[in-house]
């Protein structure tokens, strides 16, 4: 049973070699020469003006939350794509009953005003 590991160790062995190696590399061969420029938050191409310590709307986090959640909630899609045949009818009405929710819970936020950027 422990000879079935080999090629796994061995892949684990190259990895932990391969990673110090690259980084040491590019230590050796990239320029460092650190200045004040360079060493300057960049953000699409804007110098910054203020602190990045200010406030945000809420909105902006509102917005990032329900992007995750729908996000999270159409991986669920994948495995019943993987085993439709498998599930038949009842995978499919289980689905639609999901998606069902899932576009009334669009809609209401979209209702409440929650996905305007303004």
């Known amino acids: 049973m422990p000879q079935n590991y080999i090629p796994l160790f061995i892949f684990v062995a190259i990895v932990a070699t391969l990673i110090p190696l690259t980084l040491v ?13 360079k060493l300057m938050p960049y953000e699409c191409g ?15 986090y509102i917005v990032a939350i329900l992007f995750v959640v729908f996000d999270v909630e159409t991986i669920f899609l994948f495995p019943w794509a993987v085993k439709f045949k498998a599930l038949g009818m009842f995978g499919l009405l289980e689905m639609l009953i999901f998606l069902g929710i899932l576009i009334v819970g669009y809609i209401w936020i979209w209702k409440k005003g929650a996905l305007e950027w303004v």
């Open 46 to 60: 804007i110098d910054p003006f203020d602190s990045s310590r200010g406030r945000y709307t809420v909105r902006y």
């Open 25 to 37: 590399l590019a230590k050796l061969v990239r320029p460092e020469n650190p200045n004040r420029t």
